[in-house]
Nanobody, 122 residues
Framework: QVQLVESGGGSVQAGGSLRLSCAAP??????MGWFRQAPGKEREGVTT???????TYADSVKGRFTISRDNGKNTLYLQMNSLKPEDTAMYYC??????????????????WGQGTQVTVSS
C-alpha cells in the first residue's frame, strides 16, 4: 500500500520560513496537495498540483507558499515563507490517481499522510 510521509514541520516565529516534504511516488499520482487543520477548525485545502504542473492556492497563502514536486526524488514540497500565526496547523500531504481538476477539496483525495505540525509564534 502506498504511503505518504510528511516531514519538515516545526516551530518558527512569524515572518519565518519552513519547507515541508512529502515522500511518495509522486510520478504516479495525477493530483497531489497540501491540506491543513487547526484545532477546532475544519480542514482547509492549502494548495494542489496536477501532473502537468498546474497549481492552485488558497487565497490565504497566495504569494507566500509554493508547491512543487520532484519526480526524481519522489518528493512533494511545500515552501512556506512569511509565515503568520494563523498558519499554525497540522499539515497533511494528500494524493489521488484519478484524472480531475485537482481542486482543494479533501474528499477528492484518497491517500493521506500522517501529518506534520507547523507552529508559528507571534
Amino acid at each position: 500500500q502506498v504511503q505518504l510521509v510528511e516531514s519538515g514541520g516545526g516551530s518558527v516565529q512569524a515572518g519565518g520560513s519552513l519547507r515541508l516534504s512529502c515522500a511518495a511516488p509522486v510520478y504516479s499520482f495525477y493530483c497531489m496537495g497540501w491540506f491543513r487543520q487547526a484545532p477546532g477548525k475544519e480542514r482547509e485545502g492549502v494548495t494542489t498540483i496536477r501532473r502537468d504542473g498546474t497549481t492552485t492556492y488558497a487565497d490565504s497563502v497566495k504569494g507566500r507558499f509554493t508547491i512543487s514536486r520532484d519526480n526524481g526524488k519522489n518528493t512533494l514540497y511545500l515552501q512556506m515563507n512569511s509565515l503568520k500565526p494563523e498558519d499554525t496547523a497540522m499539515y497533511y500531504c494528500a494524493a489521488d490517481y484519478r484524472v480531475g481538476a485537482c481542486e482543494r477539496s479533501g474528499s477528492l483525495y484518497n491517500i493521506w499522510g500522517q501529518g506534520t505540525q507547523v507552529t508559528v509564534s507571534s
